[in-house]
């Protein structure tokens, strides 16, 4: 659970860094950057010990896909909330099918 937790505050901040600066077009590109950089370095201090932890226990491609739903689940929130963008049925349809490979990648074949 620790791992789940670190890994959505993580791609809170992610999401932020990489996306938040968007409703901000008009501020300075390098002013952008630095900040989005400064954003990012809280994600990494998340990110790093959930990957760490979370070794223990999963692995790495398991990890991987965990971060990525968990990706899916905050960037559509963001998207709705932030940034005023509707949640589409094709963008659904798609992250239902990202979904979907999390089966093949839990299941011991």
């Given at each position: 659970?620790?791992t789940?937790i670190?890994?959505?505050?993580s791609n809170?901040?992610?999401t932020f860094?990489?996306?938040?600066?968007l409703?901000f077009?008009?501020s300075p590109?390098?002013l952008?950057?630095?900040?989005?950089?400064l954003i990012?370095?809280v994600?990494?201090?998340f990110q790093?010990p959930?990957n760490r932890i979370?070794?223990?226990q999963?692995?790495?491609?398991?990890?991987k896909?965990i971060?990525?739903?968990?990706?899916?689940i905050?960037?559509?929130?963001?998207?709705?909330?932030?940034?005023?963008?509707k949640?589409?049925w094709n963008?659904i349809?798609?992250?239902v099918?990202?979904i979907a490979?999390?089966?093949?990648?839990?299941?011991?074949?």
């Amino acid at each position: 659970m620790k791992t789940i937790i670190l890994l959505t505050i993580s791609n809170i901040f992610m999401t932020f860094a990489w996306y938040g600066h968007l409703k901000f077009t008009k501020s300075p590109l390098p002013l952008a950057i630095l900040g989005s950089w400064l954003i990012a370095f809280v994600e990494y201090c998340f990110q790093v010990p959930a990957n760490r932890i979370g070794y223990q226990q999963f692995t790495a491609a398991q990890l991987k896909t965990i971060q990525e739903v968990i990706t899916l689940i905050i960037f559509s929130i963001f998207s709705i909330l932030y940034l005023g963008e509707k949640l589409r049925w094709n963008y659904i349809v798609g992250f239902v099918l990202i979904i979907a490979a999390v089966f093949f990648i839990f299941k011991e074949w």
